[in-house]
């Protein structure tokens, strides 16, 4: 008997959706923990150190050589089962217009959304991911030879700090070019130093990030310190160049929730809200910072276990020429 003649079937079964597992994640969320709790493999996250969803925990710094930057807009609700994700917009585009989940058009700036009644709780955020590293810029690899990749989530108090560091690149003219001027034309010219000033010199220097604080109208905050590391050779450069295209759809399934409309709850993969089978998401951007349901159990783990998770990583013992030779690693 032959499956395949009953398989329109398929269009109303039903299929469990299963969460990915930290460890297996694309991108794992780097973030400051909030309050101290115990994390799903049962190690003590303390509070304020730095953690790396799924690859390693209790921090006091970590580095990463930037290969995506995304500006997204968000408008956020809370509810009895956590945050809701009510509108987005991936910016599909450098410049407006930008449409969010219903169609309804974004406003071009902060003021013209405050303006709207239905848009003035949107805030914009920054997704920033890159390749995880030592301080040598040296990238860290998994079991299987890939690198290791990170992304910090800047809303809130947190964004300032990453979007000034951000700014700080593509304010700045770092001699001499990756890409050399090839043209008289004026305006080609112009736009390959636009480029080189947005996509290419983040890129060209270790990103260190640790944490600090900031003042909100309701006390001190932790937030991220970035401070730029060793600057990498040009070489090495196009290496995260090539590396950076070649991962930049992993990067847009991850974070452009709009492509299947999903909405995104801390803690848990994004409904899929289509018929179409798709691959789970599971949203480490959205891990809470703070965790107030803890047991008296799980509080008396906490107390005894202060154990930093074994890397699952190794360091990539080929590069011998420069920070970075991607060479031999696949994505």
Not at 240 to 265: A, C, G, I, M, Y
Request: with cysteine; hydrophobic share 30%; proline share 5%.
């Amino acid at each position: 008997m032959d499956f395949t003649e009953y398989a329109g079937l398929g269009d109303t079964g039903f299929e469990s959706k299963q969460a990915i597992a930290p460890e297996d994640e694309d991108f794992h969320a780097a973030y400051i923990s909030g309050i101290t709790r115990v994390n799903h493999i049962n190690i003590s996250e303390q509070e304020g150190k730095l953690q790396v969803r799924g690859v390693e925990y209790n921090l006091e710094d970590i580095y990463m050589v930037i290969n995506h930057v995304k500006r997204i807009l968000t408008k956020t609700v809370n509810t009895p089962q956590g945050d809701k994700t009510e509108c987005f917009s991936y910016k599909s585009s450098p410049n407006p217009p930008w449409f969010g989940y219903n169609n309804m058009q974004c406003g071009d700036n902060s003021a013209a959304r405050a303006a709207n009644q239905f848009c003035n709780t949107c805030r914009e955020q920054i997704i920033m991911s890159g390749i995880y590293c030592d301080e040598t810029g040296k990238p860290r690899v998994d079991q299987t030879g890939k690198p290791i990749f990170i992304f910090l989530r800047a809303k809130g108090m947190k964004y300032s700090n990453i979007a000034d560091y951000l700014s700080s690149f593509a304010n700045d003219t770092i001699d001499p070019p990756i890409f050399k001027k090839i043209t008289t034309d004026p305006q080609k010219e112009r736009q390959r130093a636009n480029f080189e000033r947005i996509a290419v010199n983040n890129k060209r220097f270790v990103t260190r990030i640790g944490t600090g604080y900031a003042d909100s109208a309701y006390g001190k905050k932790r937030v991220f310190e970035l401070e730029r590391g060793v600057m990498l050779g040009s070489q090495d450069v196009m290496n995260v160049l090539k590396l950076s295209k070649q991962t930049l759809e992993k990067f847009n399934d991850k974070f452009d929730w709009s492509r299947s409309q999903q909405q995104p709850t801390p803690g848990y993969s994004p409904p899929q809200q289509n018929s179409a089978p798709q691959q789970p998401v599971s949203n480490e951007n959205l891990i809470p910072e703070s965790n107030t349901n803890q047991t008296k159990e799980q509080s008396d783990v906490q107390n005894q276990n202060t154990q930093v998770a074994k890397p699952q990583q190794q360091t990539n013992n080929n590069n011998n020429q420069g920070a970075f030779n991607f060479e031999d690693l696949e994505f």
